[in-house]
Antibody, heavy 120, light 114 residues
Framework: EVQLVESGGGLVQPGGCLRL?????????????MSWVRQAPGKGLEWVSV???????YYADSVKGRFTISRDNSRNTLFLQMNSLIVEDTAVYYC??????????????WGQGTQVTVSS | DIVMTQSPDSLAVSLGERATINCKSS????????????LAWYQQKPGQPPKLLIY???TRESGVPERFSGSGSGTDFTLTISSLQAEDVAVYYC??????????FGQGTKVEVK
């Protein structure tokens, strides 16, 4: 069964950092395009970052220079290192796979999400 | 960057009636070389992650009920629920995957039972 399980969220002060993890099962992370998508409280979906199978990475302007996406092939796990956090980063963070499995980048499946709260 | 705009923001439909959600992109998401529209639809119920319903604007994901259908081309798209069921109460999002990142979602449309 294809599954994604996020972890690592929590409460952090502004300026702090967190590292989110997304453990995959049923497929190989390194062979797929993998994204992070977030959802602020009561708001819509915002794409955050992607890592391609060739290792290329892209970021939303809102997180560029502060967030870093990576993966550990041996652990079949995706990561999101979040530095210099601001209140506006408060959201549920989902990891998701490219549903086409061939680079067309609709998202399927999604993990259950992990809550990140940035507050003093 | 491509901007996606949905309408309405919310709608209330009687059970068994049709629900129609619109999605407009700021530029065409039709790729001429393969004649495909790079547009997906998702359903999100409270406390759950989004669920893929439709991709290529009109291709239903496996297991999605036939009452869900997608249509449109270029910049204007529609998600139709032909006969609303109680379990269809949710927020629905469109998403373009035409461009290089960033990939944009619409702001969402909340569907409720009248």
């Amino acid at each position: 069964e294809v599954q994604l399980v996020e972890s690592g969220g929590g409460l952090v002060q502004p300026g702090g950092c967190l590292r989110l993890s997304c453990a995959a099962s049923g497929f190989t992370v390194s062979n797929n395009y993998m994204s992070w998508v977030r959802q602020a409280p009561g708001k819509g979906l915002e794409w955050v970052s992607v890592i391609y199978s060739d290792g290329s990475t892209y970021y939303a302007d809102s997180v560029k220079g502060r967030f870093t996406i990576s993966r550990d092939n041996s652990r079949n796990t995706l990561f999101l290192q979040m530095n210099s956090l601001i209140v506006e980063d408060t959201a549920v963070y989902y990891c998701a796979r490219d549903g086409s499995k061939s680079g067309f980048n609709w998202f399927d499946p999604w993990g259950q999400g992990t809550q990140v709260t940035v507050s003093s | 960057d491509i901007v996606m705009t949905q309408s309405p923001d919310s709608l209330a439909v009687s059970l068994g009636e049709r629900a129609t959600i619109n999605c407009k992109s700021s530029q065409s998401v039709l790729y001429r070389s393969n004649n495909k529209n790079y547009l997906a639809w998702y359903q999100q119920k409270p406390g759950q992650p989004p669920k893929l319903l439709i991709y290529w604007a009109s291709t239903r994901e496996s297991g999605v009920p036939e009452r869900f259908s997608g249509s449109g081309s270029g910049t204007d798209f529609t998600l139709t629920i032909s006969s609303l069921q109680a379990e269809d109460v949710a927020v629905y999002y469109c998403q373009q995957y035409y461009s290089n990142p960033p990939w944009a979602f619409g702001q969402g449309t909340k569907v409720e039972v009248k």
